[in-house]
């Protein structure tokens, strides 16, 4: 992802700590599930359209993530976000992901790692994405790591 935003790597390896707002960041822009299929329990009414008691809700958390109303620049990724990214990535309430806090350290770690090593990663080509509609399932992903001079 950095390769798009190199001012916000800069940043990043000046600052290390802002290694957890990076990870929400990536989180917020590209989120693993795109959208979460709902049943309504009631008859509720949504922006002037009512939705009838069982009728079916598409929740698109990659759109809620990029919505102008709660991110200001929502289609900038920016490592300062933190204290506002209120992003619903993982899910929220008792549908958020189990795995969630686990994740979220994996890619801290890691990120730091590379860091700390002097390396950058540098991505070779897109992703390969599954077909799964809902779900961003890379298949495939190459890397090439390289040390920075």
């Keep these: 992802m950095f390769d798009a935003f190199p001012a916000q790597l800069h940043a990043l390896r000046q600052n290390l700590e802002l290694t957890n ?20 329990l009631k008859d509720v009414k949504i922006g002037g359209v009512t939705i009838p008691k069982g ?34 990535a993982f899910g929220q309430g008792m549908h958020m992901c189990l795995s969630a806090p686990l994740a979220r350290m994996e890619a801290q770690l890691a990120i730091r ?8 990663v540098e991505l070779v080509g897109p ?23």
Excluded: C
């Design 55 to 88: 009728g079916l809700v598409v929740v698109w958390l990659s759109a809620a993530n990029r919505d102008p109303a709660v991110f200001e620049n929502p289609d900038e990724f920016l490592v300062t976000r933190s204290k506002q990214n209120r992003h619903i």
């Design 21 to 40: 707002d990076v990870v929400e960041e990536a989180l917020r822009m590209r989120s693993s599930i795109r959208n979460v299929d709902r049943y309504a």
């Design 113 to 120: 790692a590379i860091l700390e090593s002097g390396a950058m």
């Design 127 to 149: 992703p390969e994405i599954g077909p799964n509609g809902n779900f961003d399932i890379v298949t495939k992903q190459m890397v090439r790591f390289r040390t920075l001079p």
